[in-house]
C-alpha cells in the first residue's frame, strides 16, 4: 500500500510540475508585447525551467549518494552543514577578499562545503558516525554557518541585501549560464556514481561483507562523498541553499519499493527534478501577490515537517547523550557563589562607564540609553540560564537547552506571526511568545514519548523547528515588509530595543520566575531517581510535568522576548556552573543564572564596542560561543 501511495504521489508532482510550467507560460506570453515575452521566455522563463530541472536532479543524486554511503536516511546537503558552509565561504569571500572571487563561486563554495564535512567527520568519529550523530552536528554546523551569514548581511546590508534573496534559492534567471554549469557538474556526477554503482550497492551489507567481496569501502567511501560534496557546492554557488529535496526524493522512492539503487538512481534523480520545478513554479505562479518567493525558502518550510517524520521512524543507534555522573572537581562552596556574584557586580559598572564614545559625549547623558538594555540583557542570561537547567534536569539531557530544543525558537516565530498579523507593538508580545515556547515543549513531549525521550531526538526534533522558524524569518525579510529589519536585529540578539518599560517588566519577570525555580528542586531530584521511584515517593508525574513544562516556557518566552532565540546561554551557562561542581540543583540553579546573566552583560558590552560605531548582537556574540561549546562536550564524550 505505501509503495502505491508512493508512486501515485511521484506521477502526481510530474502532472502538477507540467501542468504550472504550462499555466506560467501561456500567462507570461499574454501579459507582454510579442517581442519582450520572446526575450523574457528565451532568457529567463526556460533557463529557470532548465535549472530548477537540473538543481533538483543534483539535490537528489547528492542526497541519496550521502544516504547510501552513510546509511542514513536522514542525510542531504541541508542536514550535514554542507550547504551552508558552501554558503558562508562566498559570503566571507565577498567582503573580506573579494579578490578570491576570480576564482569562481563554485570553488569557493567547494572549499566552505569541505571543511564542513571534514569537521562533521571529525567530530562523528568517535562515535562511529551513528545516523543521529551526524545529523545533530551536521545541522548544528548549519545553525552555526547559516548565523554567521546573518551577521555578514547585517554588517553589510546595503550591497548584500541582493546576495541575501538569492543565497536563499532564487532560481530566477538571466541567460543559459548557470544552467550550462549545473548540467556538465550533473552529468559528470551521474557518470561517476554509475561507476560506483555495484560498490555502492555493496555498502548496503556490513562493511565486512563488503570487504569480503573485495570492495574497498574506505575508498569507495571517499570517492562518493566527493561526488556528493562537489556537486552539492556547485549547485549552491549556482542558486543558493535549497534544502527538502535532497531528503524526500531519496524517501518517496524507497517507500514506492525500489530497492536497487541502480534503479533508485535513475528515479530519485528524475523524482527530484519534478519536485524542484513543481516548487519553483508554484512559487512563480503565486509571486504577483505574495512577492518574489525564492524556491528555497519554500522548500525549507517544507523540509522541517519531513524530518521530524522521518526523525519517528528512525531507529536510535549509537552511544546516546544522557546526563553524566558528577564530574570530578570540588564540591560546591557557597563562596563559589560569592565569587561568581563579585564578577557581575563588577561587571556591570565596567559595562556602563567603561566604553568607546564619540568625541565630546557626555557619558551621563549615555547612561539613559545603557542601562535599560544592560539590565534587559541581565535579566534575559538569568532566565534562560535557568530554563537550561530546568529542561536538562527534566530529559535528563545535558545537550538540551531552549535554543536546542526550538522552545526559543517557538516564541521567537509566535512573536514574528502576532507582529506580521497584529498591530500590537513589542511591549505587549509576552502572551504570543508564552503561547509559542509552551506549544513547541507539548509538542516535544509528544514527539518524544514516542522515542523514549532518546536526548539526541529531542535535540534533532528542536533543531527542526528551529529551521522552520528560519525559513519563516526568511520569507519575512524577502517580503519587503518594514518591519522586516527590526526583527531580524530582534531575531539575532539585539539589545537595542530594550526601552525603560521593557527592562523594568523584565526584572519582574526575573524576580517572580527564577525563585520559582527553586521550588522545584525537590520534584526534579526525585525524578532523576526514575519515574516509578519518584511516584512511589508520592511525586504527581503529570502535575510535576506539566508545572515544570509551564515555568521553562515562561522563562523561556520573557528571555527571548529581550534577546532574541539564538544566544546559547541555556546550554553554556548550566555547563558551566556543573563544572564548578555544582550538583544539587538550588546551586546549579544559583550558579548558572549568576554566570549567564554575567555572560549576556559582557556579551551586550563587547557587542557595543568591539565594532564601534556599528554594534554587533549580543545573541550573535553568544551564539558563537555556545555553538562549538556544544559541539567539543559532544565530540568530548564521545572519545570518553
Given at each position: 500500500?505505501?509503495?502505491?501511495?508512493?508512486?501515485?504521489?511521484?506521477?502526481?508532482?510530474?502532472?502538477?510540475?507540467?501542468?504550472?510550467?504550462?499555466?506560467?507560460?501561456?500567462?507570461?506570453?499574454?501579459?507582454?508585447?510579442?517581442?519582450?515575452?520572446?526575450?523574457?521566455?528565451?532568457?529567463?522563463?526556460?533557463?529557470?525551467?532548465?535549472?530548477?530541472?537540473?538543481?533538483?536532479?543534483?539535490?537528489?543524486?547528492?542526497?541519496?549518494?550521502?544516504?547510501?554511503?552513510?546509511?542514513?536516511?536522514?542525510?542531504?546537503?541541508?542536514?550535514?552543514?554542507?550547504?551552508?558552509?558552501?554558503?558562508?565561504?562566498?559570503?566571507?569571500?565577498?567582503?573580506?577578499?573579494?579578490?578570491?572571487?576570480?576564482?569562481?563561486?563554485?570553488v569557493l563554495a567547494l572549499s566552505g562545503s569541505?571543511?564542513?564535512?571534514?569537521?562533521?567527520?571529525?567530530?562523528?568519529?568517535?562515535?562511529?558516525?551513528?545516523?543521529?550523530?551526524?545529523?545533530?552536528?551536521?545541522?548544528?554546523?548549519?545553525?552555526?554557518?547559516?548565523?554567521?551569514?546573518?551577521?555578514?548581511?547585517?554588517?553589510?546590508?546595503?550591497?548584500?541585501?541582493?546576495?541575501?534573496?538569492?543565497?536563499?534559492?532564487?532560481?530566477?534567471?538571466?541567460?543559459?549560464?548557470?544552467?550550462?554549469?549545473?548540467?556538465?557538474?550533473?552529468?559528470?556526477?551521474?557518470?561517476?556514481?554509475?561507476?560506483?554503482?555495484?560498490?555502492?550497492?555493496?555498502?548496503?551489507?556490513?562493511?565486512?561483507?563488503?570487504?569480503?567481496?573485495?570492495?574497498?569501502?574506505?575508498?569507495?567511501?571517499?570517492?562518493?562523498?566527493?561526488?556528493?560534496?562537489?556537486?552539492?557546492?556547485?549547485?549552491?554557488?549556482?542558486?543558493?541553499?535549497?534544502?527538502?529535496?535532497?531528503?524526500?526524493?531519496?524517501?518517496?522512492?524507497?517507500?514506492?519499493?525500489?530497492?536497487?539503487?541502480?534503479?533508485?538512481?535513475?528515479?530519485?534523480?528524475?523524482?527530484?527534478?519534478?519536485?524542484?520545478?513543481?516548487?519553483?513554479?508554484?512559487?512563480?505562479?503565486?509571486?504577483?501577490?505574495?512577492?518574489?518567493?525564492?524556491?528555497?525558502?519554500?522548500?525549507?518550510?517544507?523540509?522541517?515537517?519531513?524530518?521530524?517524520?522521518?526523525?519517528?521512524?528512525?531507529?536510535?543507534?549509537?552511544?546516546?547523550?544522557?546526563?553524566?555522573?558528577?564530574?570530578?572537581?570540588?564540591?560546591?562552596?557557597?563562596?563559589?557563589?560569592?565569587?561568581?556574584?563579585?564578577?557581575?557586580?563588577?561587571?556591570?559598572?565596567?559595562?556602563?562607564?567603561?566604553?568607546?564614545?564619540?568625541?565630546?559625549?557626555?557619558?551621563?547623558?549615555?547612561?539613559?540609553?545603557?542601562?535599560?538594555?544592560?539590565?534587559?540583557?541581565?535579566?534575559?542570561?538569568?532566565?534562560?540560564?535557568?530554563?537550561?537547567?530546568?529542561?536538562?534536569?527534566?530529559?535528563?539531557?545535558?545537550?538540551?537547552?531552549?535554543?536546542?530544543?526550538?522552545?526559543?525558537?517557538?516564541?521567537?516565530?509566535?512573536?514574528?506571526?502576532?507582529?506580521?498579523?497584529?498591530?500590537?507593538?513589542?511591549?505587549?508580545?509576552?502572551?504570543?511568545?508564552?503561547?509559542?515556547?509552551?506549544?513547541?515543549?507539548?509538542?516535544?513531549?509528544?514527539?518524544?514519548?514516542?522515542?523514549?525521550?532518546?536526548?539526541?531526538?529531542?535535540?534533532?526534533?528542536?533543531?527542526?523547528?528551529?529551521?522552520?522558524?528560519?525559513?519563516?524569518?526568511?520569507?519575512?525579510?524577502?517580503?519587503?515588509?518594514?518591519?522586516?529589519?527590526?526583527?531580524?536585529?530582534?531575531?539575532?540578539?539585539?539589545?537595542?530595543?530594550?526601552?525603560?518599560?521593557?527592562?523594568?517588566?523584565?526584572?519582574?519577570?526575573?524576580?517572580?520566575?527564577?525563585?520559582?525555580?527553586?521550588?522545584?528542586?525537590?520534584?526534579?531530584?526525585?525524578?532523576?531517581?526514575?519515574?516509578?521511584?519518584?511516584?512511589?515517593?508520592?511525586?504527581?508525574?503529570?502535575?510535576?510535568?506539566?508545572?515544570?513544562?509551564?515555568?521553562?516556557?515562561?522563562?523561556?518566552?520573557?528571555?527571548?522576548?529581550?534577546?532574541?532565540?539564538?544566544?546559547?546561554?541555556?546550554?553554556?551557562?548550566?555547563?558551566?556552573?556543573?563544572?564548578?561542581g555544582a550538583r544539587a540543583l538550588r546551586h546549579?540553579?544559583?550558579?548558572?543564572?549568576?554566570?549567564?546573566?554575567?555572560?549576556?552583560?559582557?556579551?551586550?558590552?563587547?557587542?557595543?564596542?568591539?565594532?564601534?560605531?556599528?554594534?554587533?548582537?549580543?545573541?550573535?556574540?553568544?551564539?558563537?560561543?555556545?555553538?562549538?561549546?556544544?559541539?567539543?562536550?559532544?565530540?568530548?564524550?564521545?572519545?570518553?
Open positions: 500500500m505505501k509503495s502505491v501511495t508512493a508512486a501515485v504521489i511521484l506521477l502526481l508532482c510530474f502532472a502538477a510540475a507540467l501542468a504550472c510550467v504550462a499555466i506560467n507560460y501561456f500567462a507570461l506570453m499574454a501579459r507582454y508585447p510579442p517581442s519582450l515575452s520572446s526575450l523574457l521566455l528565451d532568457q529567463s522563463f526556460l533557463p529557470r525551467v532548465a535549472v530548477s530541472l537540473l538543481c533538483g536532479a543534483g539535490l537528489a543524486l547528492a542526497g541519496l549518494l550521502f544516504q547510501q554511503v552513510l546509511q542514513n536516511p536522514l542525510a542531504e546537503p541541508g542536514t550535514l552543514g554542507v550547504a551552508a558552509g558552501a554558503n558562508l565561504a562566498m559570503s566571507a569571500a565577498l567582503v573580506f577578499a573579494p579578490g578570491l572571487l576570480t576564482l569562481g563561486l563554485p569541505a571543511i564542513a564535512v571534514l569537521l562533521l567527520m571529525k567530530l562523528t568519529a568517535g562515535r562511529r558516525f551513528a545516523p543521529l550523530s551526524v545529523i545533530l552536528v551536521g545541522m548544528v554546523l548549519s545553525l552555526y554557518g547559516n548565523s554567521l551569514n546573518t551577521l555578514l548581511v547585517l554588517f553589510n546590508h546595503d550591497y548584500l541585501s541582493d546576495l541575501f534573496s538569492w543565497q536563499a534559492g532564487a532560481l530566477t534567471q538571466s541567460g543559459w549560464r548557470s544552467g550550462i554549469v549545473l548540467a556538465f557538474a550533473l552529468c559528470a556526477a551521474l557518470l561517476i556514481s554509475l561507476l560506483l554503482n555495484r560498490p555502492l550497492t555493496v555498502l548496503s551489507l556490513s562493511e565486512q561483507q563488503a570487504s569480503a567481496l573485495g570492495i574497498s569501502v574506505v575508498k569507495v567511501r571517499i570517492a562518493a562523498l566527493s561526488v556528493a560534496v562537489v556537486l552539492s557546492a556547485i549547485i549552491t554557488s549556482q542558486v543558493g541553499i535549497i534544502s527538502f529535496i535532497g531528503l524526500a526524493a531519496p524517501a518517496i522512492v524507497r517507500a514506492s519499493g525500489i530497492r536497487r539503487f541502480q534503479h533508485q538512481l535513475f528515479v530519485t534523480v528524475m523524482s527530484g527534478a519534478v519536485m524542484l520545478t513543481l516548487v519553483d513554479q508554484l512559487a512563480l505562479h503565486f509571486s504577483p501577490a505574495a512577492g518574489d518567493i525564492p524556491a528555497g525558502a519554500v522548500t525549507a518550510l517544507l523540509s522541517a515537517p519531513l524530518l521530524l517524520v522521518l526523525l519517528l521512524r528512525q531507529r536510535v543507534t549509537g552511544s546516546p547523550v544522557v546526563q553524566p555522573a558528577a564530574p570530578a572537581v570540588a564540591d560546591f562552596k557557597t563562596r563559589q557563589l560569592g565569587i561568581l556574584l563579585l564578577l557581575l557586580a563588577l561587571a556591570l559598572p565596567a559595562s556602563l562607564w567603561l566604553n568607546r564614545e564619540p568625541p565630546g559625549a557626555l557619558t551621563s547623558h549615555l547612561l539613559a540609553w545603557r542601562w535599560p538594555r544592560i539590565t534587559g540583557a541581565l535579566c534575559a542570561g538569568m532566565m534562560l540560564a535557568c530554563a537550561g537547567v530546568l529542561i536538562q534536569r527534566l530529559t535528563g539531557n545535558v545537550m538540551a537547552s531552549p535554543e536546542l530544543t526550538g522552545i526559543s525558537s517557538g516564541a521567537a516565530l509566535a512573536v514574528l506571526l502576532t507582529v506580521l498579523l497584529t498591530p500590537l507593538p513589542m511591549t505587549f508580545m509576552l502572551p504570543s511568545a508564552i503561547v509559542g515556547s509552551l506549544l513547541v515543549m507539548l509538542l516535544l513531549f509528544v514527539f518524544g514519548a514516542r522515542s523514549r525521550f532518546n536526548p539526541q531526538k529531542v535535540v534533532l526534533i528542536g533543531l527542526s523547528l528551529t529551521s522552520l522558524a528560519g525559513a519563516l524569518n526568511t520569507i519575512l525579510m524577502l517580503s519587503g515588509d518594514p518591519r522586516a529589519l527590526m526583527l531580524l536585529n530582534w531575531s539575532t540578539g539585539s539589545t537595542a530595543g530594550i526601552d525603560v518599560h521593557m527592562a523594568v517588566e523584565s526584572v519582574i519577570a526575573a524576580a517572580v520566575l527564577c525563585p520559582l525555580a527553586l521550588l522545584m528542586q525537590r520534584w526534579l531530584q526525585l525524578l532523576g531517581l526514575g519515574q516509578l521511584t519518584a511516584q512511589s515517593l508520592g511525586v504527581s508525574l503529570r502535575r510535576t510535568n506539566l508545572l515544570v513544562l509551564l515555568l521553562i516556557s515562561l522563562l523561556t518566552a520573557a528571555g527571548t522576548l529581550l534577546v532574541g532565540p539564538l544566544s546559547f546561554i541555556g546550554l553554556l551557562a548550566p555547563q558551566c556552573a556543573r563544572s564548578l546549579q540553579l544559583c550558579a548558572a543564572a549568576l554566570i549567564g546573566g554575567t555572560l549576556m552583560v559582557l556579551a551586550d558590552w563587547l557587542g557595543r564596542n568591539i565594532a564601534w560605531p556599528w554594534p554587533v548582537s549580543a545573541g550573535l556574540l553568544t551564539a558563537f560561543i555556545g555553538a562549538p561549546w556544544f559541539l567539543w562536550q559532544f565530540s568530548r564524550k564521545a572519545s570518553r
